[in-house]
């Protein structure tokens, strides 16, 4: 019974109040708690060891090196591109996921879902102008990118694999986009990709009004390279199901998994290029 | 922007800490962007025209815009080539230039005076063929994808003479079998030539980047001239086919 923890003393706890101890206190009980120091592991005191740490021991930050050159934060020379392409990829990941709580990839429904997202749904206008804006904004930083890459020769050893995976990206952020605009089912999304879907058909030996097609068995304008890639011989609904489900799932699980590798590998050819 | 001579400044240590110099730019920069696009989907709304209607196709249909500079090579090559060879190509030579360019110089630097060649050819198909026939398909090309300057009305019935031939047949060349042939000559004759000549003046650098190399290297780059060439016979001389054949025409 003599474990009972003392009553504090009014007296005492008011003079703690007003010289400022108590936050003191409180603040040294709450980091010294189990559930703090689980939760972080290392101080904020702007010593080269936390700089580390701060680092090394995040799992969203530990992509970058601890250390860097000095020339890699020269915006000049990096254009910021790269960065901003990936910040634009997960700003239409954050507004599409909420598009698609209240969007249906089918012909009946599609349009109509649009039309209430502009109109009846909270912010709906506003999330999709995001979405929509920022698939623009990623295939134009993408190219710039690019273009930066290869003046600063930074395709060149160690770095040409890197280079390679990189190709991939701009390709399916160009696929991304083009498999998005079918999705709103207006005129615009319905010929758009009438127009670009159309060039398949001309694939040699796989489309059917593509050369050498004769030569191929059963090609025709029911089973060619067109047809698989919108479910049928004219973009109609199982086209606007396929492209939504290339959309929201297979193109950014593997373009995600190419930006993993591709940010990994900058790490291991020894950081982004620079004068040697 | 020349080559930075090496340790130009020898006080400043060479290596800083990503916490907080980088990550506190990348977080100015991504505050920036976000700012921004908020700004702009607040300013702007994204299009929504009528719904989806199959029997209702609108004049001109455009791909969607990054698409259009292919689009607008389709006046001047069959689908086939404009829509699904050229792209390719495309993808595939862009993979294949840093075993392409065995150029040491210019590795992490802004050059032109090391290596004036790859900037020429990059530029050229980056800012002309892809962006500038971007740029002609979004903003001239009207009804019927014929070209319209900004300031002329979009008349969807605008009659524009199709008054074009194929190379042979311009030359002179009258019954079929002697156009093929004569088509294929000048094809196949513009890639060997143009490979011998590429080959006979860079004879000195067959050593160090070898056969493989050069071959691929001459013929894309000849790819990427027959376009252009392509491109002035048809306009200046209203030539469609180069070569026809029972197969593919080009």
Redesign the interface.
Same mark, same amino acid.
């Given at each position: 019974m003599g474990n009972k923890p003392p009553i504090p003393d009014m007296k005492e706890l008011m003079e703690s109040i007003k010289s400022g101890k108590i936050v003191d206190e409180v603040s040294k009980k709450v980091t010294e708690s189990q559930v703090w120091t689980s939760s972080f592991r290392h101080g904020y005191a702007?010593t080269?060891r936390n700089?580390?740490l701060?680092?090394a021991s995040n799992v969203w =930050?530990h992509l970058?090196? #601890?250390?860097?050159?000095?020339?890699?934060?020269r #915006?000049?020379?990096t254009w910021?591109m790269g960065?901003?392409t990936f910040? =634009?990829f997960l700003?239409t990941v954050v507004t599409g996921v909420i598009l698609m709580f209240y969007y249906r990839p089918v012909g009946e429904y599609a349009?109509f879902d649009?039309?209430y997202l502009?109109y009846d749904v909270p912010f709906g206008?506003?999330v999709?102008?995001?979405?929509?804006?920022?698939a623009h904004?990623m295939?134009i930083t993408v190219?710039l990118h690019m273009?930066r890459v290869?003046? $600063?020769?930074? &395709?060149?050893?160690p770095?040409?694999f890197n280079?390679?995976i990189g #190709?991939f990206l701009? $390709?399916f952020t =160009?696929l991304l986009?083009?498999t998005g &605009?079918l999705l709103?089912?207006?005129? @615009?999304?319905?010929?758009?990709v $009438? #127009?670009?879907t159309?060039?398949?058909?001309? $694939?040699?030996f796989l489309?059917s009004?593509?050369?050498?097609q004769e030569y191929v068995f059963g090609v025709s304008p029911r089973y060619d390279a067109r047809s698989v890639l919108l479910g049928g011989s004219?973009?109609?609904p199982p086209a606007l199901l396929r492209f939504y489900v290339l959309h929201c799932i297979f193109i950014p699980l593997v373009a995600g998994a190419l930006m993993i590798v591709h940010f990994w590998r900058i790490r291991k050819d020894g950081g982004i290029?620079?004068? @040697? | 922007m020349a080559a930075p001579p090496k340790k130009a400044t020898e006080a400043v240590p060479e290596k800083v800490h990503v916490w907080p110099y980088l990550v506190r730019l990348e977080f100015l920069c991504a505050i920036i962007v976000t700012v921004f696009l908020t700004v702009w989907s607040i300013v702007i709304d994204a299009p929504l025209e009528e719904a989806a209607n199959p029997t209702k196709t609108p004049n001109p249909s455009k791909a969607p815009w990054y698409f259009l500079g292919l689009q607008d090579i389709l006046v001047y090559f069959d689908p086939w080539f404009a829509g699904v060879v050229a792209p390719v190509l495309i993808i595939v030579g862009l993979m294949l230039i840093p075993y392409l360019d065995v150029n040491p110089k210019g590795n992490g630097y802004y050059t032109y005076t090391e290596r004036k060649a790859a900037i020429w050819v990059y530029c050229f198909g980056f800012l002309v063929l892809w962006i500038a026939l971007i740029i002609m398909g979004v903003f001239l090309r009207g009804p019927g994808w014929n070209l319209f300057m900004p300031w002329q009305y979009w008349d969807a019935h605008k009659v524009v003479a199709l008054t074009n031939v194929d190379l042979p047949y311009a030359l002179g060349f009258r019954s079929y079998n002697s156009q093929t042939i004569v088509g294929g000559i000048i094809i196949i004759g513009y890639f060997v030539v143009g490979t011998g000549i590429y080959m006979f003046m860079e004879r000195k650098a067959m050593q160090s980047v070898g056969f493989l190399r050069m071959i691929i290297k001459i013929v894309l780059v000849l790819i990427m001239i027959g376009i252009v060439i392509k491109i002035v016979l048809r306009l200046g001389f209203n030539i469609k086919y180069v070569w026809v054949t029972p197969w593919f025409n080009i």
């Open positions: 702007d080269p700089r580390v701060q680092i =930050l970058h090196p #601890v250390k860097i050159h000095r020339h890699a934060l #915006v000049k020379f910021c960065g901003i910040l =634009l700003s349009y649009m039309k502009q206008m506003v999709r102008n995001m979405h929509r804006w920022a904004s295939v190219w273009f290869f003046l $600063t020769g930074s &395709y060149k050893p770095r040409e280079w390679v #190709v701009v $390709t =160009l986009s083009f &605009y709103p089912w207006d005129q @615009l999304a319905m010929w758009a $009438t #127009v670009g159309n060039m398949a058909r001309a $694939t040699p489309g009004e593509g050369p050498f004219l973009v109609g290029s620079g004068p @040697l | -």
